[in-house]
């Protein structure tokens, strides 16, 4: 149990264009789920937290205009990387929550790059 | 602000033997959540071990040990007999409140163990 897919597992984008991760909970309801960035050879870095029916808690320094996130279900949260730029290419992963509190379950992560 | 020390970049063990990767961790809180995940190549993130601040006994997980010094602020994973499926990125994190009732985990830069036949 306690699966969370990602979708596009890879994507590659032109400059300029936007893009959208989805995040799902297969079998579970996700009252929380959490973005995060991975740079190479470096650690996770959460962007935001998301709560179902709410907007969308970002950390310091994170755009919230070019990294727009929904939650608009128990099963789903997207990522929108708005005006993709060559800066925004990274691994970003999400993990989800069924109760905020306890165990985090991560997604297998979507390699983004922007040309 | 919490925050998470690995020191170690890099470890390596031989197969069968037994390794140790250290973590330390800053805090003001006096209950919280300890865990280690492990990333293999693939990138998906595994939990491996968590540990409950107001246990004083260290966790286990088959093969896998904790050594959690609370006084101290450290939280180390033992990994015995290991194996070659044990090659991974490893990260040490802190779980803290915040805020609107939910938490978020805060990660060490991570160790990268390579395990040699």
């Known amino acids: 149990g306690a699966v969370v897919s990602q979708h596009p597992s890879r994507v590659i984008c032109k400059s300029g264009t936007s893009v959208k991760i989805e995040c799902r909970s297969l079998?579970?309801?996700?009252?929380?789920m959490f973005w995060y960035r991975q740079f190479p050879k470096q650690s996770l870095m959460l962007m935001a937290t998301s709560n179902e029916g709410s907007k969308a808690t970002y950390e310091q320094g994170v755009e919230k205009d070019k990294f727009l996130i929904n939650h608009a279900s128990l099963t789903l949260s997207t990522l929108t990387v708005t005006s993709a730029h060559p800066e925004d290419s990274s691994f970003y992963i999400c993990?989800?929550?069924?109760?905020?509190?306890?165990?985090?379950?991560f997604g297998p992560g979507t390699r983004l790059t922007v040309t | 602000a919490q925050t998470v020390t690995q020191s170690q970049p890099e470890m390596s063990v031989q197969e069968a033997e037994t390794v140790t990767l250290s973590c330390t961790y800053d805090?003001?809180?006096?209950?919280?959540?300890l865990f280690w995940y492990k990333q293999p190549p693939s990138r998906q993130m595994i939990l491996v071990i968590r540990?409950?601040?107001?246990?004083?006994q260290n966790a286990t997980e088959n093969r896998f040990s904790v050594n959690f010094q609370k006084a101290a602020k450290s939280f180390s994973l033992k990994i015995s007999d290991s194996q070659l499926g044990d090659a991974a990125m490893y990260f040490c994190?802190?779980?803290?409140?915040?805020?609107?009732?939910?938490?978020?985990?805060?990660f060490g830069k991570g160790t990268k163990l390579s395990v040699i036949p």
């Open positions: 805090t003001s809180e006096s209950d919280y959540y």
């Open positions: 994190a802190y779980r803290t409140y915040s805020g609107a009732g939910s938490y978020q985990l805060t």
């Open positions: 540990q409950e601040a107001y246990k004083q």
């Open positions: 993990s989800a929550s069924a109760d905020g509190y306890y165990e985090q379950y």
């Open positions: 079998d579970f309801q996700a009252t929380t």
